[in-house]
């Protein structure tokens, strides 16, 4: 992988983090902030967004091969070795946010921003 493309993924992760903290405090979570900004060990732990009833993660633009499952689960890992066993975060869902690219010329629909999650934090969050 160049530097630069490196760079761009960079950049348009860094920009959906943002636009989601947007548009969580526009729907009243009036603390979310991004974790780049909050904290280091929420970032580390795959955990983008901050002070949310639930611990999300962005993924933008073309992601080759991702893997939903298996990014849900890495950040149950990284929580683990990362938070001690009382911290909030583990009782909260896990979302996964992907923002997908769209090509020259397309119009975004709302098939382009889909989240993901296991049933079990499904559950819990709509029985919030």
């Not at 080759?64 to 990284?78: R, W, Y």
């Not at 923002?99 to 921003?113: A, I, L, Q, S």
């Amino acid at each position: 992988m160049s530097s630069e493309y490196g760079a761009r993924n960079k950049r348009m992760g860094s920009d959906a983090e943002r636009y989601y903290a947007i548009k969580f405090r526009e729907m009243g979570y009036t603390h979310c902030k991004t974790s780049r900004l909050g904290s280091k060990l929420h970032d580390d732990a795959g955990i983008d967004l901050l002070f949310l009833p639930f611990n999300v993660q962005i993924k933008a633009g073309k992601q080759v091969g991702l893997n939903a499952s298996k990014e849900l689960l890495l950040i149950e890992t990284k929580m683990k070795e990362l938070f001690p066993p009382e911290s909030v975060e583990h009782n909260l869902p896990k979302i996964l946010i992907h923002k997908k690219r769209v090509g020259n010329g397309k119009k975004r629909t709302v098939y382009d921003e889909i989240i993901s999650m296991t049933f079990e934090d499904f559950t819990k969050l709509i029985q919030k």
